[in-house]
């Protein structure tokens, strides 16, 4: 049985996701708590297996309660939010930093069109996260970070010039692109593509949240928009996204790939077709394997190939996949990606200041 502790302010909330949560025969609602205090008290007593966690309560909100959680009696938190006001969803995303590991819509009640695709997916992602082992979150200090980027991770020069970059993650993968995308500076000489798993309509939130500390800009991709170096491009919610050989990038609606729409394997299969050895692509931590083998495509026609390693990985199943087939050329922390971006698109520049010389 899966303990579930359920955190919400709302009684009506409440006894809703006690009654479709508990219609699942290997789920058991072992507590309900109205505020974040109630939810550290209770997880000092008695260890569930996953939290729901709602942010916007009294006392003590979800980002507080999820940092003091992750600090002292660490459990899978999934963030439950039927709310996309830009102060909730800047707050839900700070919960992701502190460990929350996934962010679910919370499911409209019975009778709605959405109802039971909502509580699938609610219930899907309660039963994924708490198989997951979480541990104590510390802040490592500088100190550690500086002497993981003392060695370069790729050697300057060892690859072709790139002219794209694709990265794709899942549950963990937000507080990662964040550091990813801070890392990079304003002149970064390629376009950066990413598809990250995310519940529908969290996606403008997030990137707000990303784009407080992002090095580049960030966009939501539309069809036929030129892929434009130093700029970031998300898939949108419901469509895959892929790029041409023309740098401009293409959405589509076809079927799911691997359960996902927008899917990680659908854009890195595009960039090998369009670019080959001319891309470097990075799978972060996630559930599942969606984009490993394409990895390993693109590995094949010569591009850069990186996967997040799994110390830093709060789920190592899309990394995992990708490098048991023998897809990554290089393991890497967040840190350390930033640098080995950096390396492999230093070519471009070191070939142009030579021809300005």
Do not use: C
Request: cysteine-free; proline content about 8%; overall charge negative.
């Amino acid at each position: 049985m899966i303990k579930v502790l359920i955190v919400e302010d709302s009684p009506v909330v409440q006894e809703f996701l006690v009654h479709v949560l508990g219609l699942e025969p290997d789920i058991e609602i072992i507590g309900r708590v109205n505020d974040g205090e109630e939810a550290v008290d209770f997880v000092k007593r008695t260890k569930p297996d996953v939290i729901t966690m709602d942010i916007i309560m009294p006392k003590m909100n979800g980002l507080e309660a999820t940092r003091r959680i992750m600090e002292t009696n660490p459990v899978p938190i999934v963030v439950v939010s039927g709310n996309w006001d830009p102060k909730e969803v800047d707050t839900t995303f700070r919960a992701m930093e502190a460990g929350a590991l996934a962010i679910v819509r919370r499911p409209y009640g019975a009778g709605h069109p959405e109802h039971e695709s909502a509580v699938k997916e609610m219930v899907r992602t309660v039963r994924l996260m708490s198989e997951v082992k979480v541990v104590r979150r510390w802040s490592r200090p500088a100190s550690v970070i500086q002497d993981m980027e003392a060695d370069p991770p790729v050697p300057r020069g060892a690859h072709p010039e790139i002219s794209v970059i694709a990265i794709g993650a899942s549950a963990g993968g937000p507080p990662v692109l964040q550091k990813i995308l801070s890392g990079l500076p304003a002149d970064f000489p390629s376009p950066v593509l990413i598809v990250q798993h995310m519940a529908e309509g969290f996606l403008p939130g997030m990137l707000e949240w990303l784009g407080a500390t992002s090095g580049i800009p960030l966009h939501i991709a539309s069809d036929g928009v030129a892929a434009i170096p130093g700029q970031a491009w998300f898939a949108p919610d419901g469509f895959h996204m892929g790029i041409r050989n023309s740098g401009r990038i293409f959405l589509s609606d076809r079927e799911p790939e691997r359960g996902a729409r927008p899917s990680v394997s659908f854009l890195f299969r595009s960039v090998a077709e369009a670019y080959g050895n001319n891309a470097a692509a990075v799978l972060l931590t996630g559930m599942g394997s969606d984009g490993a083998v394409e990895l390993k495509l693109l590995k094949e026609k010569g591009a850069v190939t990186i996967v997040q390693d799994r110390e830093s990985s709060v789920i190592y199943g899309m990394p995992g996949a990708a490098k048991e087939l023998g897809a990554a050329l290089y393991e890497l922390s967040p840190e350390k990606i930033v640098s080995a971006l950096m390396d492999v698109t230093s070519y471009r520049r070191e070939k142009t200041d030579n021809r300005r010389r």
